[in-house]
T-cell receptor, first 114, second 113 residues
Framework: AQSVTQLDSQVPVFEEAPVELRCNYS??????LFWYVQYPNQGLQLLLK??????LVESINGFEAEFNKSQTSFHLRKPSVHISDTAEYFC????????????FGSGTRLLVRP | DGGITQSPKYLFRKEGQNVTLSCEQN?????MYWYRQDPGQGLRLIYY???????QKGDIAEGYSVSREKKESFPLTVTSAQKNPTAFYLC????????????FGEGSRLTVL
């Protein structure tokens, strides 16, 4: 069975500091990988995705994630966070053989303090 | 603007009542989904539909029902058989050639009194 693990339920960080949100997945087949962001009382928005090709993917607002097949990880990083990055972040995986069934991690709340 | 509209945003229900949550999309997507979100548990799939007049159970379908009579609409009914219905419900859609990218509505928060 596939699963996605986000070990950190909450990550507090000061503004302009770097941050890493960890994500590990378990799957017997190849997967597509995603990070979604959720602001309070809203739906989720796609932040970035890895489908194939370069293992380093970037978003338009400065986040990046690197697919590491040997470690089955897809950690999310940002070199300098802003107050507006405060949100909940979900890692997700979609098995390539049944990719309609997206599997979500339990989420990590990023709390950026001034 | 294209998107997904969920209504109502907030809903209160007495125990024993059925309630229906609306989800409408104008993205021309074939597939639609319902997820339930509880604190600290991420999102769990209730039902999904890949085409009109067809839908499949997800991981937690018990106590829920859906219909897909139109491409644009995928309403979810929370029945009285659902033992713990208080939650945040999210509707989503995706293109037919699915690669995991879901487009979400803003959610409906159901509270059972």
């Amino acid at each position: 069975a596939q699963s996605v693990t986000q070990l950190d339920s909450q990550v507090p960080v000061f503004e302009e500091a770097p941050v890493e949100l960890r994500c590990n997945y378990s799957s017997s087949v190849s997967v597509y990988l995603f990070w979604y962001v959720q602001y309070p009382n809203q739906g989720l928005q796609l932040l970035l995705k890895y489908l194939s090709g370069s293992t380093l993917v970037e978003s338009i607002n400065g986040f990046e994630a690197e697919f590491n097949k040997s470690q089955t990880s897809f950690h999310l990083r940002k070199p300098s966070v802003h107050i507006s990055d405060t949100a909940e972040y979900f890692c997700a995986a979609a098995p390539m053989d049944s990719s309609y069934k997206l599997i979500f991690g339990s989420g990590t709340r990023l709390l950026v303090r001034p | 603007d294209g998107g997904i509209t969920q209504s109502p945003k907030y809903l209160f229900r007495k125990e024993g009542q059925n309630v229906t949550l609306s989800c409408e999309q104008n993205l021309n997507h074939d597939a639609m989904y319902w997820y339930r979100q509880d604190p600290g548990q991420g999102l769990r799939l209730i039902y999904y539909s890949q085409i009109v007049n067809d839908f499949q159970k997800g991981d937690i379908a018990e106590g829920y029902s859906v219909s897909r009579e139109k491409k644009e609409s995928f309403p979810l009914t929370v029945t009285s058989a659902q033992k713990n219905p208080t939650a945040f419900y999210l509707c989503a859609s995706s293109m037919t050639a699915f690669t995991g990218e879901l487009f979400f509505g803003e959610g409906s928060r159901l509270t059972v009194l």
